[in-house]
């Protein structure tokens, strides 16, 4: 039954457009009230002991994931969209006070965003220089945070990034590519400065 109505939405545009402007107003794409308070519950999932600070911004939509683990915390003034794609928090996660999240965003088990981290999981299109970007379609390229790694303050990741496991990238660093499990990142465009060497255990500076 849920196929063939995706399909339906898909070919009748005048019943995809009704629909759309019953969810958000088409100027203002953020979810109506009746879609934040009653739709969303049936949709998305929270964690057990999971909070999410009632200053903050939530602006989900029904047709994409908005999952928070067990024990996360989204701090207060955050933003979190998943108009364009999932947002995936693990457990013991925590979002710091004013971040962003757009998505396609994952973000694995005990990582940590610090305060004002921006990610977003997409970029506006511009292929065609004759017309508005905000009028062409977006480029989406998921962002995906490995399991115990921390984003310094004032942070960016742009779309397309893969950070590893427990890795940690240094306060107001902008991640243009992707950083390999256990390693040290910092600077704009951020790069890789040290690796845990595993076997020694100890941090090794990168030349």
Not at 104 to 116: D, E, F, K, M, W
Not at 139 to 155: C, K, T, Y
Not at 177 to 196: E, H, L, M, Q, T
Request: proline share 4%; net charge positive.
């Amino acid at each position: 039954m849920i196929m063939p109505l995706k399909e339906k939405l898909k070919s009748n545009k005048k019943l995809k457009e009704f629909i759309l402007l019953m969810v958000a107003p088409k100027r203002n794409p953020r979810p109506r009230l009746w879609v934040r308070v009653f739709l969303n519950r049936f949709f998305h999932k929270k964690g057990k002991g999971s909070v999410i600070r009632r200053h903050s911004r939530i602006d989900v939509f029904p047709w994409h994931r908005f999952e928070v683990g067990r024990w996360s915390t989204i701090e207060d003034f955050c933003t979190v969209n998943n108009g364009a794609g999932d947002i995936i928090i693990g457990d013991r996660v925590r979002v710091g006070i004013g971040s962003v999240l757009i998505g396609p965003v994952t973000i694995g088990n005990g990582a940590g965003l610090g305060q004002h981290v921006f990610i977003s999981g997409f970029n506006h299109g511009y292929a065609d220089g004759s017309q508005n970007s905000s009028s062409q379609s977006l480029d989406l390229r998921p962002v995906i945070i490995g399991e115990e790694s921390h984003i310094g303050a004032n942070s960016v990741v742009v779309a397309g990034v893969k950070i590893g496991k427990r890795c940690q990238v240094g306060a107001g660093s902008v991640v243009t590519k992707d950083i390999p499990s256990f390693s040290i990142a910092v600077g704009n465009p951020a790069r890789v400065i040290k690796k845990y060497n595993q076997e020694a255990g100890v941090w090794e500076k990168v030349k």
